[in-house]
């Protein structure tokens, strides 16, 4: 399969790269092993006829561009059309020769805080071989996977998961590594040092950034017991997360939109009241947890793009978030 730029140009009917067009791009895609296109056993291929067409009535057509970038769609992610390099580029002024995936791919096996939300479920619910496409019904928590906190979140009344400002979603993306250190300690904080550190090293955070805590935590994610480290005993959780000493830095010394963390919370596990998030989302910025590969980004020089599903009254919403570096 071409890369997406390239589909993207010719689409936009400018010179490719691809000889044969975009349309073999798309359908060079290999069919998944896994049978997704494929009825469950027993289900019954009557849809009651909702979804049938009358003896005689036309199929809808749209256009070739549209079915193309609709398809591209599908396999970019609903954001996804708008970050290519060329495209952010062009907006933000910033270079970009790869784009990086900061996202967790959202299955009904991801680690959840059972306590308080069920696990995402997914239940096919229209085959091609009965009405020529594909549907899916989803059923998940607004944060679960990799996702956004926004401040009605903490305090009903702020800014819901609609009215987050389409600018604070594109922003300078600052790295701070503590990989090392959580390997040895699992309830290791980020800290005033950290940061002051991380500057000597990289400059000053820039206006506007948005600040990344890399723990190494993400690679756990497959082991949910690993990843979430819930103590019975104590009723808590044992992940890194950020002291409320580097928050209240962040937030009154330096210039951010937002922050975010690889593991499944802002706040470390053992703490039982959420404050990181309350100092965090209450000034009016956003959090992103369950980050994933922030070990493949550089320290400093990177732009974050988050493509968040803009959910009227949300509380918080699924991303897919992105790095162009």
Not at 128 to 144: C, K, L, M, R, S
Not at 189 to 204: A, S
Not at 216 to 221: A, E, I, L, N, S
Not at 223 to 233: E, G
């Amino acid at each position: 399969m071409c890369a997406p730029e390239t589909i993207m140009a010719a689409l936009e009917g400018e010179p490719s790269a691809c000889s044969e067009g975009p349309s073999a791009c798309l359908e060079a895609e290999p069919a998944s092993s896994e049978g997704r296109f494929a009825r469950p056993e027993g289900e019954s291929a009557s849809l009651e006829g909702r979804f049938a067409r009358s003896e005689g009535e036309p199929a809808a057509r749209g256009s070739r561009r549209q079915v193309l970038r609709g398809a591209l769609a599908g396999l970019l992610g609903a954001g996804a059309l708008a970050v290519l390099p060329r495209r952010a580029e062009a907006a933000s002024g910033v270079r970009a020769s790869r784009v990086l995936d900061l996202t967790h791919p959202l299955s009904p096996d991801f680690p959840v805080f059972e306590m308080y939300v069920r696990k995402p479920a997914r239940r096919q619910v229209m085959f091609e071989d009965v009405i020529g496409f594909n549907t899916a019904e989803w059923t998940f928590n607004e944060h679960t996977g990799t996702h956004m906190d926004v401040p009605a979140h903490s305090r009903k009344g702020l800014p819901t998961a609609d009215q987050v400002r389409p600018e604070d979603l594109v922003a300078p993306l600052c790295v701070v590594r503590i990989a090392e250190r959580a390997a040895r300690d699992n309830i290791t904080e980020l800290t005033v040092k950290d940061l002051r550190e991380w500057e000597r090293r990289n400059g000053p955070l820039p206006e506007r950034a948005f600040v990344a805590l890399d723990s190494g935590w993400y690679k756990r994610v497959g082991n949910p017991s690993a990843y979430l480290q819930f103590d019975a005993l104590a009723q808590v959780m044992r992940f890194p997360g950020v002291s409320p000493e580097a928050a209240d830095f962040l937030i009154n010394q330096r210039s951010i939109v937002g922050f975010g963390t690889d593991t499944s919370s802002l706040d470390v596990g053992t703490r039982r009241e959420p404050l990181v998030h309350r100092m965090l989302l209450t000034t009016g910025r956003y959090g992103l947890e369950n980050l994933a590969a922030l070990d493949t980004v550089p320290e400093r020089g990177a732009q974050l793009v988050v493509g968040a599903a803009k959910l009227r009254g949300g509380f918080g919403a699924p991303v897919r978030a992105l790095a162009l570096v």
